[in-house]
């Protein structure tokens, strides 16, 4: 049996099924990342694990016990809010040690226990201060150091970096990331960013409309996304979807000629920029964005359907230049018209 | 011009400020006189202060057991409504609804009746309860005529405190209990203060119920006020003498308070 598992979890708003019989597995000391866009349910999921919203239907199992019906306060489990929610009144100290002496635990437990995490987070010249004397960074830091200071059997973080800036957000992505392997703790992390996705995660659940797209590793949903929806949302920028219909010379292009009536996906990594000419479309420069390490090319292929390609070179195209277009490979992605994946053909890897 | 603006604001000013304390101030003056001084005519400002009056209601009628009925009916009272109220306002800050609100203005509505529309069936069930004249009714009914306004005042003290901090308490391990001890109250501990102050202010000042429901066993000071007049006429100097023995305790209490029930009273209208 899995280390905590969802079994048929669903959450009503009214007559609204919000979270529609969600069923996941998961095993002790991975990093899991809910990841969708905004409404689709993450946070909810989150919160119906955490027991501050109740489960409707289905059932919720830790470490073997059913935990359906129990209060938060009993789960055994911690949280890192968006907002931090550190308690204003108290220190650092104060914050970080409120739910060990709740437990009634011995003060030089408490005292050893405390000054690890703040070591482990940079903490320890700021054990007196209170929460509202601390940069954002640093509170955040903090939440996190409640989190540890436990040792609970799950770590839930709830958007924990989308209230600091773009800088701290990569380096606290970084610390997150390095905890968890130093401390090997079981992880549920919600995002709306796929970079934090597929940076953090062991495996990556995809949510729309509150049921999971696809559960896999990172590589796995870029590589072999279930649908257009998940192809779409995983990667930067998006896979770009050309409609059969708009483009029928693209079978041929792709080497799918064999592709049934619906929609083909192609990363824009794959997409080569060619000189004028040369290459097996034909367009005309849209837009190029200079990245610094990457360039994106916009081009509008004859026909109307616009291509996003993404090269490692700088480009000294400009906005209306004739330009050819190949497409590697086997790196083609078919989707029929409801949007499922196509099974992969003979020849793809 | 804007010179004269601003005196002819400040006399306007000073004339209402007089005009509202006056009665007050004559309450103090005439407590120090004796009767003769109190009704003559014209009135007179200036005369040799006596503490006469305070003897004579001292003597007459115990105050200490007045006062201390007082004490004892606003402090319970008060102590009884928080431990209602707290909770009912923690599940409306909370736990939100879409009643919440209807709720909230039911329970203020029924300030709006008339106390004395409730005095029959009060009365009567007091009565019948064989607790007339009786500490227990008249602490029974002062916890609840303050229950709406207590309700409202801690509701809007809480609702300021951010849900999330809560709910992190519970994830921590905090009970319901745990979460009101080391949370909530010390972040309410303004709120929860001036409610308090408030309520023990108006039950001290409560009239109309202890003296329909009490008199001399479980009377409170406001009994013993209108002790004083009496059908065979007024007694100025010692009508005046006991108001002020009466009032003196909570207007201390008031004076420190001040800033407490201020900030209670604008709670969320400022922020």
Redesign the interface.
Known sequence: MAFLELKGVEKFFGPLRAIKGVDLRIEKGEFIVFVGPSGCGKSTLLRMI???TEIDGGSLHLDGRDITKL????RD???V?Q?Y?????MSVFDNMS??LR??NVDKKIIDEKVGRAAEILNLTQYLQRTPKELSGGQRQRVAIG?AIV?APKVFLFDEPLSNLDAALRGQTRVEIAKLHRDLGATTIYVTHDQVEAMTLADRVVVLRDGAIEQVGSPLELYDRPANQFVAQFIGTPQMNIVDTTALPGLREVVGAVDAPDGFIGVRPESVMVRPAGSGKLAGHVELIEQLGADTLIHTKVNGGVQIVSRQAERSTLHPGDAVGLDIAPASYHLFDRQGRTVAAQAGRH | MKNFALIVRTLVAWSVTLLIVFPLIWLVITAFKTEQQAIAIPPQLFFSPTLESFHEVNERSDYLHYAANSVITSVVSTLLGLAIAAPAAYSMAFFRTKKTRDILMWMLSTKMMPAVGALVPIYVMAQTAGLLDSLTALIIVFTLSNLPIMVWMLYSGFKDIPADILEAARMDGASIWGEFLHVIRPLAMGTLASTGLLCLVMSWNEAFWSLNLGSSRAGTLATLIASYSSPEGLFWAKLSAASLMAIAPIVVVGWFSQKQLVQGLTFGAVK
């Open positions: 955490a027991g501050l209060p938060s306060s009993k489990l911690a949280m809010f907002s929610a550190l308690y204003p009144h409120f739910a709740l437990a409640r436990r």
